[in-house]
């Protein structure tokens, strides 16, 4: 199933480039969309780590084409330490029940985690970020 993944922080107006997950199978539930979503992502983290070039650069067009992410870099994956899916796919599901961020689906939000959930090839998956304000004195 092929989706398209929009990633947006909340003290931005503009989102992150969407992208095109191809997920393996059709998921049923917000939970089933989370979990599957993770592991793409640790299989793509994965891949990058064993494909690299020996000496990187930047064509104008890849140039190009990070600048519309907001972030550009070469892609070079440093450590010897392998993700985990299984805990990636924990750390994703406990950040949505601790509220860290939200998922709309055709422009409605999926609040449950179990609840059955309808897609469709080509839907547009957002997935909102909130960011924690750190500093500030609480005690006044």
């Known amino acids: 199933m092929k989706l398209t993944a929009i990633v947006k922080s909340s003290g931005r107006k503009r989102g992150i480039a969407g992208r095109e997950l191809d997920l393996p199978g059709m998921p049923r539930t917000l939970r089933e969309l989370i979990e599957q979503t993770a592991r793409l992502m640790v299989e793509e983290f994965a891949g990058k780590k064993t494909t690299g070039n ?34 990636a796919v924990s750390a994703a599901i406990l950040a949505f029940e601790d509220g860290l961020y939200r998922v709309f689906v055709r422009r409605e939000e999926v609040t449950g985690l179990d609840v059955p959930l ?17 500093g500030g004195y609480w005690g006044r």
């Open 54 to 87: 020996l000496l990187p650069y930047l064509t104008e067009q890849e140039i190009g084409e990070e600048a519309g992410s907001g972030r550009i870099g070469f892609g070079a994956v440093y450590g010897e330490k392998s993700p985990d899916a299984d805990q």
């Open 118 to 134: 309808t897609l469709a090839d080509g839907d547009e998956v957002v997935f909102m970020r909130f960011t924690m304000l750190a």
